[in-house]
């Protein structure tokens, strides 16, 4: 090999060293780029994390919250209910206390309406008597009495 081959081949070596250098740079540029998207997308990646925690939390006391205030009105309601229940009880008992009280009335009304008929039909029959008496063309069968007497008792005088 002569002088000029291996200046030759020294130049072409050197040149590809300078290329490779050239190559590793690119190589350690687009590294180093990759890198630090790697780094933001894992710095991103953890703050989405740590906001899906907050949002979580949050939702968690939102919904211990609400559960909270359903389990209350629940209950406000349930207490309403028996409140109301127990009133429809003191109702229905004050009702049958007050239509038994109305029967005994109505049968007591009955009973002296019936004796102040008695009395008023017996004053009737005298003086249906005392008509007869008066005159001989009118006569008081047992059925018209007893007409009379059913007539008294609807329609009591008062």
Same mark, same amino acid.
């Given at each position: 090999?002569? *002088?000029?081959?291996?200046? *030759? ?11 490779? $250098? ?7 540029? /687009? ?11 894992? %710095?991103?990646?953890? *703050? ?15 919904? #211990? ?7 209350? *009105? ?8 028996? =409140? ?14 007050? $239509? /038994?009280? #109305?029967?005994?009335?109505? $049968? ?5 309406? %019936?004796?102040?008929?008695?009395? #008023? ?7 249906? %008597? $005392? ?5 001989? =063309?009118?006569?008081? #069968? ?17």
């Amino acid at each position: 090999m002569n *002088e000029n081959e291996s200046k *030759e081949l020294c130049r072409k070596l050197f040149e590809k060293v300078i290329d490779l $250098k050239e190559q590793d740079q690119k190589s350690r540029r /687009h590294f180093d780029d990759i890198q630090s998207q790697l780094t933001e997308q894992a %710095n991103t990646v953890q *703050e989405l994390q740590s906001r899906l925690q907050t949002v979580n939390i949050d939702y968690d006391r939102r919904l #211990t919250s609400i559960q909270q205030t359903h389990e209350e *009105e629940k209950q406000l309601l349930l207490s309403q209910l028996q =409140e109301s229940t127990t009133q429809i009880k003191d109702l229905e008992r004050d009702l049958y206390f007050y $239509k /038994h009280k #109305t029967r005994e009335l109505r $049968k007591s009304m009955v009973t002296s309406a %019936n004796s102040n008929a008695l009395d #008023t039909s017996t004053s009737s029959v005298t003086s249906l %008597n $005392k008509r007869k008496d008066n005159n001989d =063309e009118e006569f008081i #069968t047992p059925n018209k009495l007893y007409i009379s007497i059913i007539i008294l008792i609807s329609f009591p005088i008062m």
